[in-house]
């Protein structure tokens, strides 16, 4: 009974023995596995990008309504960014499916569009005074132009003052002193952009 017992347990080793090896001779047969590689051009400063799936960084919920605001598509998606090592350009990607699927850049911050304005992308003009200044007081900009860029304290965008006056009015009917961000809606944004 014993001596069964143990040709049962050494043939079953057996089997599984030439089961392992049956299998890796499928898998060297097939090619090598998928590696979790992406490898893409970044779209704001034109050099190639190669990363792995696992420097995908998982966005907040506040960031992911910032990308659905911008891009209403992508709405109800798993999303996570890459940010551009030369550029700084933010890259961002669904991850709900295999491989990660690229549905933009520059979403929600002002990564790769320095010296732009986020909204219309107009460049913007160098303010003609010191930095700090006027910050804070948009009342007394004795030449203030549209396309002079203020600073978002909360996200980090530069917009251009006529984008900032556009969406204040859009919101309030009215812009007065004080505008509020295009890019997250919040404000005051009041601080003047200098290169």
């Known amino acids: 009974m014993l001596i069964a017992l143990f040709l049962c347990i050494l043939f079953g080793g057996g089997i599984a023995f030439v089961l392992g090896i049956i299998s890796r001779m499928r898998k060297t047969e097939e090619g090598p596995q998928p590696q979790h590689t992406i490898q893409r051009e970044c779209t704001v400063c ?7 799936t696992a420097e995908l960084v998982p966005l907040s919920p506040v960031e992911m309504a910032l990308c659905v605001r911008s891009k209403p598509s992508i709405t109800g998606r798993k999303l996570a960014e890459y940010v551009c090592p030369y550029c700084e350009a933010s890259h961002c990607f669904a991850v709900d ?4 699927e690229w549905v933009g850049a520059n979403f ?14 107009q460049h913007l003009r160098n303010p003609n005074w010191t930095p700090g200044t ?15 860029g203020l600073v978002c304290s909360r996200c980090g965008a530069n917009c ?14 009215k812009a007065g002193d004080e505008y509020l961000c ?6 005051p944004i ?4 200098h290169p």
């Open 46 to 52: 034109h050099r190639e990008l190669v990363f792995n």
């Open 134 to 148: 006027y910050d804070h007081r948009l009342n007394e900009v004795p030449d203030l132009a549209p396309d002079h």
């Open 190 to 193: 009041d601080t003047f952009y």
């Open 108 to 121: 929600y911050q002002p990564q790769g569009v320095v010296g732009h304005c986020c909204e219309c992308k």
């Open 182 to 187: 295009p890019r997250c809606g919040r404000g």
């Open 97 to 100: 499916g295999s491989p990660p």
């Open 160 to 173: 251009c003052v006529d984008c900032c006056r556009k969406y204040t009015m859009c919101r309030f009917e």
